[in-house]
């Protein structure tokens, strides 16, 4: 079964624009990460949120955590051409370690140059 | 270069055939995974393993055959019991990490196109 939704299911926006897309999940969790895949390839692992914490950045990426609501928000600024794949949330549910990764089903994000 | 690497890139089978993807590690890690991806899809797992000469059943097993004799190696049987096996396959790795840490980046390779004819 697929915990997270990601919203919306695709995205398009000029580069230099900010890029936000969002993930609800339905059961209580260990941690929530963002995972990015360009078109034919595998996933590349962007940046692990923990339930005990709200807010993450990484270089242009900064992540949000509401546990209260389980939600989670991705937020990419200064888009690149480079950007433009797509995005998946996943989630490990409480009470499993990581061998439990629930992915959501995907943001489809395209730069405009 | 330490990685993941998966083979064959592109895998044609015929009906009622077995094929064996191929799914190798160097990056030391004791925990595998196997996750089929269909078209416009998020990920789904199919077998999992923690340690060598054990796995476990993921979301989607039926029809799939696994094995973990070498650390580095953990090669999945698409057998013909599965009905819709065109799909994107990929395999991934990551370290363990205890239950209340919860989770640890998973390394992914490039995958196996699978097309049955």
């Known amino acids: 079964s697929q915990q997270g939704e990601e919203d919306p299911q695709a995205l398009s926006i000029q580069e230099g624009e900010n890029a936000t897309m969002n993930c609800s999940y339905k059961?209580?969790?260990?941690?929530l990460q963002w995972y990015r895949q360009n078109s034919g390839r595998g996933l590349v692992h962007l940046i692990l949120?923990?339930?005990?914490?709200r807010e993450k950045h990484s270089g242009r990426l900064r992540v949000t955590l509401d546990t209260s609501k389980k939600s989670s928000s991705l937020l990419i600024t200064a888009s690149r051409a480079a950007d433009t794949a797509s995005y998946f949330c996943?989630?490990?549910?409480?009470?499993?370690?990581?061998?439990?990764?629930?992915f959501g089903t995907g943001t489809r994000l395209t730069i405009i140059p | 270069d330490g990685g993941i690497t998966q083979s064959p890139k592109y895998l044609f089978r015929k009906e009622g055939q077995n094929v064996t993807l191929s799914c190798e590690q160097n990056?030391?890690?004791?925990?595998m995974y196997w996750y089929r991806q269909d078209p416009g899809q998020g990920l789904r797992l199919i077998y999992y393993s923690q340690i060598v000469n054990d796995f476990q059943k993921g979301d989607i097993a039926e029809g799939y055959s696994v094995s973990r004799e070498k650390k580095e190696s953990f090669p999945l049987t698409v057998t013909s019991a599965q009905k819709n096996p065109t799909a994107f396959y990929l395999c991934?790795?990551?370290?363990?990490?205890?239950?209340?840490?919860?989770?640890?980046?998973?390394?992914f390779g490039p995958g196996t196109r699978l097309t049955v004819l």
């Open positions: 949120i923990r339930s005990n914490e």
């Open positions: 990056l030391n890690h004791d925990a």
């Open positions: 991934a790795s990551s370290i363990l990490s205890d239950a209340l840490a919860g989770g640890n980046e998973q390394f």
């Open positions: 996943a989630t490990v549910p409480s009470g499993f370690g990581n061998e439990k990764l629930t």
């Open positions: 059961t209580s969790i260990n941690n």
